[in-house]
């Protein structure tokens, strides 16, 4: 599959939590995680459990930090 996004973070499933329609998905990436909400379907389509492999692909036109 290829991809406009640049932004793809390598890493691994450590926690799936369903909802009624939508799922957290924590993934590891070299100790820091990054968690998506996906539909269940989604959940479901990719088969994820944890400890897949996984790619974490980032697209957006901005990152917002605060302190």
């Known amino acids: 599959m290829k991809l ?10 450590v926690e799936i939590v369903k ?8 993934v590891d990436v070299g ?5 998506s909400l996906i539909s269940n379907e989604a959940v479901d389509d990719l088969a994820l459990t944890v400890g897949d492999t996984v790619q974490a692909i980032i697209k957006s036109s901005e990152v917002i930090i605060a302190k």
């Open 19 to 26: 909802g009624q329609i939508m799922a957290k998905v924590k």
């Open 4 to 13: 406009s996004a640049r932004n793809a973070l390598n890493g691994k499933v």
């Open 31 to 35: 100790g820091q995680t990054v968690t």
